[in-house]
């Protein structure tokens, strides 16, 4: 049977920006409102001023502090002094659970928490994927050579938290056979992102929130903005909210298709403030795992048009008009197009939003998340 007892809980991860560290600081928050003692190990030469306000706001929640030091995002020999530093801050906070989130930050919670076993420490280890390695080619060295290290890693792995199924395939499918304990534990949103939101009477009609980076496409967002202008035989007006390296490369997109006065570009802000903004979101990614911003959406009672990738179906539902083929702007356009012209369009083809909140709630995330790791604890 699983104790139920407070537990002393640290989460290790590298980057604290996107969705890592929204999944992290909802479990932190709700594993504290449990009872828990959390705190958090992560890399502290990225995020900004939106990050350290992020920070700021779950101090009160961190009773075992936050922890943060250099870790680089490649592999490389410098990781061994960081991973000695890691250890000896890990092994000071005494956890009984050390969850691991990402490639760096699975890698140091699990090779710390087996330190600690050869010790006698009782510790259990966890590991949570969330894409990262697994957007790597099976074909290529690079990715032979991360899924190897996945694979030896699995061994020292108490159990593996996939955030959707399409995750959890994906791993065995490049990884091989999950060998030890794993779970299927939907990210989810906290109580606050149900709140109803009051739509700004100048709200745009469509929003791109995320990395400025092709991989979250940008492009096609642009592009089937430009299409659905045309399908329509009207202006639009669109906002790009984000930072990322190709930024410039956006905007002489824009430039170029002559978007510039009706696509307005700023920089990261709070998503509710964003959310006020708009009337429907567009997700044009060419991958993904689970993105929060799909959650947070619908939660937001938003009207969400998305790539078919990664979960996101699990989320809207395979046979969705909302989805799309990735890459596709023709397609997302029909699909931006149908949204302001078709009665009941959202009702037919996002989630009933009682539903959606039973399964994507982030009470539901963290009561089944910590279940599992008293689970674990239990078995030794």
């Not at 330190?115 to 390695?133: C, D, E, Q």
């Not at 697994?134 to 996945?150: I, T």
């Not at 792995?157 to 395939?169: H, I, K, M, P, T």
Request: glycine content about 8%.
């Amino acid at each position: 049977m699983a104790d139920d007892r407070p537990l002393r809980i640290l989460h290790c991860f590298r980057s604290p920006v996107g969705g890592i560290f929204r999944h992290v600081r909802d479990l932190a928050v709700e594993q504290s409102r449990a009872g828990h003692s959390v705190g958090i190990l992560c890399d502290s030469s990225t995020g900004g001023a939106h990050e350290d306000k992020l920070f700021q706001s779950i101090m009160p929640h961190l009773k075992l502090g936050l922890t943060r030091m250099p870790i680089d995002r490649s592999i490389s020999l410098r990781d061994a002094p960081v991973f000695w530093r890691g250890y000896k801050e890990i092994r000071s906070l005494r956890p009984d659970v050390l969850h691991g989130h990402g490639a760096k930050g699975g890698a140091m919670a699990r090779l710390a928490g087996t330190a600690l076993r050869v010790n006698r420490y009782r510790v259990s280890r966890l590991y949570s994927p969330h894409g990262g390695s697994l957007h790597f080619s099976p074909n290529a060295l690079s990715g032979k050579a991360v899924f190897w290290l996945e694979w030896m890693q699995m061994a020292l792995s108490d159990a593996l938290v996939f955030v959707c199924a399409f995750e959890r395939n994906t791993f065995a499918a490049k990884v091989g056979r999950i060998r030890v304990r794993n779970e299927v534990i939907y990210n989810g949103v906290g109580e606050a992102d149900f709140e109803p939101l009051q739509t700004d009477p100048e709200a745009v009609d469509f929003l791109y929130v995320g990395m400025l980076r092709d991989l979250k496409g940008p492009d096609v967002f642009i592009e089937a903005f430009a299409k659905t202008e045309r399908r329509l035989g009207r202006p639009l007006r669109g906002m790009m909210i984000g930072d990322g390296p190709q930024e410039q490369k956006y905007l002489d997109m824009m430039t170029r298709l002559g978007l510039g006065r009706r696509i307005s570009m700023f920089p990261a802000m709070n998503i509710r403030d964003a959310f006020q903004l708009t009337r429907a979101v567009v997700v044009p990614s060419r991958a993904e795992s689970m993105p929060y911003i799909v959650l947070e959406a619908l939660a937001a009672r938003k009207t969400v048009i998305a790539s078919d990738v990664g979960g996101i179906s699990e989320v809207l539902g395979s046979d969705s008009q909302a989805l799309v083929p990735a890459g596709d702007s023709d397609r997302m356009s029909k699909a931006m197009a149908d949204s302001m012209t078709e009665p009941g369009w959202a009702a037919a083809n996002l989630p009933e939003p009682g539903h959606f909140h039973d399964r994507f709630s982030a009470v539901t995330m963290a009561r089944r998340i910590t279940a599992l790791y008293q689970e674990t604890l239990a078995k030794g």
